[in-house]
């Protein structure tokens, strides 16, 4: 087991902890780069969607996990994100622009839904949040002279000033370089005062006052940021699949990013990661098991479903951390091999933490 | 007259959002949370009553009864087996778990194979019959449904009123640790509140199958509930009546005059003016609390 002994406050907020990290990390990241020719095209096609999905994962994370906000039409920041994109890539804008303004657009509704969040608590958050979602999906269906309505449009490959992206792994390298800049952006930003910030409104909204956090601005900013991410997710998927329609962010995506973070572990960075890979692998081992099952099972159409519900459930009641907390307690294990308790990490409850009192 | 008209149909609309949100309003005080499986409790109450008539054979009574009851029983299992341990965490993991429970609720039914994936007319009695009154049209299948909906209301009015069972529901929905304290069984009456909202919901499905026929997506109506949850108030039995009620007429009211479209969003856009506006919502009451 390694011992940490912090002995100043830059020790404390160092983004590498030891040694360790920085291999590891540095081992993955070679990995990654060498992607494109350690697999498939399609596995290449499947490893762009899981880091397309993780950037949009980062920004509800940081909503939700961060800031305990939780937000139920999160499609619909991707879905404006993703149109803005077509949109003026199909106008002819070159891709860097197209995504600042993707992005931008994003962040703008973002704030727009963030400031009744400043009223709102809890349920009622999210069910402002579910309604605005359905309205984005009803106005991308309606508004036809722009988003071609229901019969979706198709987007032109990514070009940056006279350089076209037109090969996956190409794609797939600048999805590599956008996560990473993602990542390394929210890592930073929650070591810093802003993001410690998030953290206290999470944690007790009244403490966070009392401490001077201003919680409608940080509250916005978070609704923003969050937004801008998706956006972001939104314009490279649109990218990915080359072609978007109103229905492909509809409130059950919001749900899949809502259960990709769950899953992943609610309130750590590594989550977003663990669950895109989740939320993209799941549909492929379904598929591989499938042909080995009885057919009434095997074929029914209800069992993608049935199997996220039962793996929902499951982690909610016996893993609340997520995917990364059951790494932490195999990690903890261990390096405590034989004095591990049990009960390390047993949740308190509160019943006095009444959310209507809140 | 199209315009009394309208707002019947909206009337009889806005009693099913109504009835799924007084689910929602039932458990949310009885246990502070809030069930997203509410719309998927009602297509289970449904396809209940369609296996009593169809596949069992049952009379039209016996099978609502049966579903019902059925329904009830699942609503206290529910919440003793999936709700139960993890009460009192954080709002977000309850509401995910519901999810959950919604998608295994949708997954099962959709996986029974030739029934799951269809769409099916349940056999009532009043099936398509029209009342002529005064000059206006009346689907009985609507009155049955405002009928039923005011029988109901006054059924729970008088539970929470007059029986002890009620008023031990308020007490624990008010302070339950208090509640506790007087020796309220509060962990038995949160189980007897999931019964009754899953009994509502079934009652819900069961009036709203011979409109919009019975299949496996037919939950996701429950969604349109939020809205009449929040409009009511979320925490007022009462609010969510009138809460669906409202949100029904608008919506047969915006369909009708204003442009396509606004029919699937408008209770949304009430919703967002109302927790603009207020955020209690029309009865919800204003608590405080004392740091």
């Known amino acids: 087991m390694r011992f940490i002994f912090k002995t100043d406050y830059g020790q404390d907020i160092r983004l590498a902890k030891h040694g360790g990290h920085l291999f590891w990390y540095g081992a993955l990241m070679l990995v990654l780069l060498l992607a494109p020719w350690l697999v498939q095209e399609y596995w290449l096609a499947q490893l762009t969607f899981v880091l397309i999905y993780a950037v949009a994962g980062l920004g509800l994370m940081l909503l939700a996990g961060f800031t305990g906000l939780f937000s139920l039409g999160h499609a619909a920041f991707l879905g404006v994100g993703a149109y803005t994109q077509a949109v003026l890539t199909n106008m002819g804008l070159p891709f860097p622009l197209a995504l600042a303004c993707a992005a931008g657009l994003s962040a703008a509704v973002g704030l727009v839904v963030g400031l009744p969040a400043l009223r709102v608590k809890g349920i009622y958050l999210g069910i402002a949040t579910l309604s605005f979602g359905f309205i984005v999906e009803e106005v991308l269906a309606r508004w036809e002279s722009v988003t071609g309505g229901n019969s979706g449009i198709h987007i032109k490959k990514p070009d940056m000033f006279g350089w076209t992206l037109d090969s996956g792994e190409a794609f797939y390298f600048l999805c590599l370089l956008i996560t990473v800049l993602a990542t390394l952006g929210i890592l930073n930003l929650l070591r810093s005062p802003t993001g410690r910030a998030f953290v206290a409104i999470r944690d007790s909204e009244i403490s966070a006052q009392s401490m001077g956090i201003h919680l409608a601005y940080y509250k916005t900013l978070s609704f923003a940021l969050s937004a801008a991410l998706a956006g972001i997710a939104g314009a490279l998927y649109a990218h990915q699949l080359q072609f978007i329609s109103p229905d492909q962010f509809n409130i059950l995506q919001s749900i899949d990013l809502l259960l990709m973070i769950v899953i992943g572990g609610v309130g750590s960075v590594h989550g977003a990661f663990l669950g895109a890979i989740f939320l993209i692998t799941m549909p492929q081992a379904i598929a591989m098991v499938k042909d080995y099952l009885p057919p009434t099972i095997g074929q029914a159409p209800g069992l993608q479903g049935l199997v996220y519900g039962v793996v929902l459930v499951a982690f909610v009641l016996f893993e609340p951390l997520g995917l990364y907390g059951r790494w932490l307690k195999v990690r903890t294990y261990l390096q405590m091999f034989p004095f591990y308790r049990k009960g390390m990490f047993k949740r308190q409850k509160s019943f006095q933490k009444s959310d209507r009192l809140k | ?291």
């Open chain 2, 1 to 291: 007259m199209q315009l009394l008209q309208l707002v019947i149909s909206g009337i009889a609309q806005g009693c099913i959002y109504g009835l799924i949100a007084l689910g929602f309003v039932l458990i949310y005080k009885a246990t502070e949370t809030v069930s997203f499986a509410q719309g998927e409790l009602m297509m289970l109450g449904a396809f209940g009553g369609l296996a009593g008539m169809t596949l069992l054979g049952f009379p039209y009574w016996l099978s609502v009864l049966g579903a019902i009851a059925a329904m009830a029983l699942f609503g206290m299992v529910l919440e003793r087996v999936v709700i139960r341990p993890i009460l009192g965490q954080p709002a977000f993991s309850i509401v995910m778990l519901t999810i959950g429970i919604g998608y295994v609720a949708r997954g099962l039914i959709t996986m029974i194979p030739n029934i799951g994936t269809e769409t099916h007319m349940l056999p009532v009695p009043y099936k398509d019959q029209i009342w002529h009154l005064a000059g206006l049209v009346l689907n009985v299948e609507q009155m049955v449904v405002i009928g039923v909906t005011g029988v109901l209301c006054v059924l729970l009015y008088t539970l929470f009123r007059y029986s002890k069972l009620g008023i031990a529901m308020q007490a624990a929905s008010q302070n339950q640790l208090a509640a506790y304290y007087m020796g309220i069984p509060v962990k038995r009456l949160n189980g007897i509140a999931w019964g009754l909202a899953a009994a509502v919901a079934a009652i819900a499905g069961l009036l709203l199958a011979p409109i919009t026929f019975v299949h496996a997506n037919m939950g996701f109506i429950g969604l349109k509930a939020f809205p009449a949850a929040v409009v009511g108030g979320f925490g007022s039995l009462p609010g969510a009546i009138v809460g669906g009620l409202i949100i029904g007429i608008v919506e047969s009211l915006s369909g009708f005059y204003l442009p396509d479209g606004f029919k699937d969003t408008a209770a949304y856009i009430v919703v967002l003016i109302m927790l603009v506006v207020k955020p209690n919502g029309l009865f919800g009451e204003k608590l405080s609390k004392k740091v």
